[in-house]
């Protein structure tokens, strides 16, 4: 496939150790030619792949930089076309001049994501592939990388295709059985083929079941700190993150707006807001925090509803305690250092209380491992192991896989022709296609290649 040489900066813009100017395409050596000597003397042309070479560029005469050369030949390449990688000093003038000497000797400059677009139309990559490039640059944890390296290696790539697979040997009968029937087949579908329909339905079920999980590891879990005002979820805050990022002090509604920290918690990445105390004010700046804090309830993936242990149970508490979906909350009892009164009776739908002091460090590790309980289901070991999906759009597309297979059931179930199979048989195979790319829009591969960096 033919396209324009392209060129990129590929490394953080700014002061480094290093910027890499990436150029990729049929004329990446033509245009290293006219920029290039090396220290050895040897002709552009006559490098071999996957060697570094030591000289320096030249904007005619001039002397630009003394830069590291790599060169890769087609088509063992990450695009499949020649590329060349030029190691210059990490200015940011310098990378900058070099990218412009060689975009003015022919070169484009590319696009967000393309690169790693052309990997994939070149074959190097299937969108699930080039989807986790995207995930593994922005991955926040080892766990969540390890996910997308599964998925660069192949992994849902190759169960896609097992799936299809199963899906093809049931249409290959449908085919024969509508296309000669004088052959007088008269089993709509025999039980091998009917099995390979039920794997097919059993195997798209556990993955569409594996997104939630994937998407918190993957993206974080979105966790409110939820209280009235003083009952340490500044404290609690400080407390996981192991500093000083919350003021705390005794005065009530100190916090007036939401703050967001990332912490990592065995893996998972926690995306924790510590709200405003959720209490009746006249104060302008602090009601907006309350609300902003109520909003955060309704669409927090996991919230943390704190309570001072050492009083008693007040209005406050029992209207924040009835605003939060049982489903996704943790009880804390804080202050457990200066006494013990509260009676928790009243608070029967939430299941699980953690017993801490923020202030002492006490019950913080007890109070992670449930954190990371709620979001694993006590599975995370074989997370790096099993199919785990991390994008809706994978989702999206098997679930219509499903429902096409279970319409098809429906089908034989009631007796239908066996042309309505067939197009359910269609639907299914082209919704797998999907995923991988194998059937694709120019729209949806704008969408996710305009999400990637430039360079990349």
Not at 250 to 278: F, S
Not at 337 to 362: F, H, N, V
Not at 396 to 415: C, Y
Request: aromatic content about 4%; overall charge negative; hydrophobic content about 40%.
């Amino acid at each position: 496939m033919m396209f324009d040489t392209i060129a990129a900066i590929s490394t953080p813009r700014g002061e480094g150790g290093i910027g890499i100017v990436r150029i990729s395409g049929d004329e990446a050596l033509l245009i290293l030619k006219k920029i290039f000597k090396t220290k050895s003397k040897k002709d552009v042309f006559n490098l071999k792949t996957y060697t570094i070479n030591y000289g320096h560029i030249y904007d005619g005469d001039k002397l630009v930089d003394e830069v590291l050369v790599s060169v890769m030949r087609a088509p063992t390449t990450y695009t499949k076309e020649d590329i060349v990688e030029i190691n210059c000093h990490g200015g940011y003038v310098i990378t900058q001049k070099v990218l412009e000497l060689v975009l003015e000797k022919g070169a484009k400059i590319a696009e967000p994501g393309e690169f790693t677009r052309r990997a994939f139309l070149n074959g190097r990559l299937d969108l699930t592939q080039a989807e986790s490039v995207m995930d593994i640059i922005h991955g926040k944890t080892e766990k969540s990388i390890s996910l997308s390296l599964n998925q660069l290696r192949g992994d849902l790539k190759e169960q896609i295709h097992n799936l299809k697979k199963l899906l093809m040997d049931v249409a290959a009968h449908v085919n024969v059985v509508l296309d000669y029937p004088e052959e007088g087949i008269d089993e709509p579908i025999p039980l091998n083929l009917v099995s390979n329909l039920h794997n097919v339905v059993e195997e798209t079920n556990k993955l569409i079941l594996s997104y939630d999980k994937g998407k918190m590891i993957k993206e974080g879990v979105k966790t409110a700190i939820v209280g009235k005002p003083n009952v340490g979820k500044s404290s609690l805050l400080n407390s996981v993150l192991r500093e000083e990022r919350a003021i705390v002090t005794r005065v009530a509604g100190t916090t007036r707006d939401t703050i967001e920290e990332i912490v990592n918690i065995k893996g998972i990445p926690l995306i924790m807001v510590d709200t405003a105390g959720i209490r009746d004010t006249e104060d302008e700046v602090e009601n907006i925090g309350v609300q902003k804090s109520k909003e955060l309830i309704k669409e927090a993936d996991l919230v943390l509803f704190v309570l001072d242990s050492s009083k008693d149970l007040t209005k406050e508490d029992m209207e924040i305690y009835n605003s939060i979906n049982n489903s996704k909350v943790i009880g804390i009892l804080n202050k457990i250092d200066i006494r013990k009164e509260l009676d928790i009776s009243k608070l029967s739908k939430i299941k699980k209380w953690i017993e801490i002091s923020a202030l002492e460090k006490i019950g913080i590790d007890n109070l992670e491992d449930e954190i990371y309980n709620y979001v694993v289901s006590g599975k995370i070991e074989d997370s790096s192991e099993k199919l785990t999906i991390t994008n809706i759009r994978h989702k999206s597309a098997l679930e219509k896989t499903k429902q096409s297979v279970e319409n098809i059931f429906e089908t034989i179930d009631m007796g239908y022709p066996m042309d309505l199979i067939a197009v359910d048989l269609n639907d299914a195979i082209d919704s797998l296609s999907e995923v991988t790319g194998e059937i694709s829009s120019e729209d949806l591969l704008d969408h996710v290649f305009n999400n990637f960096c430039v360079g990349k």
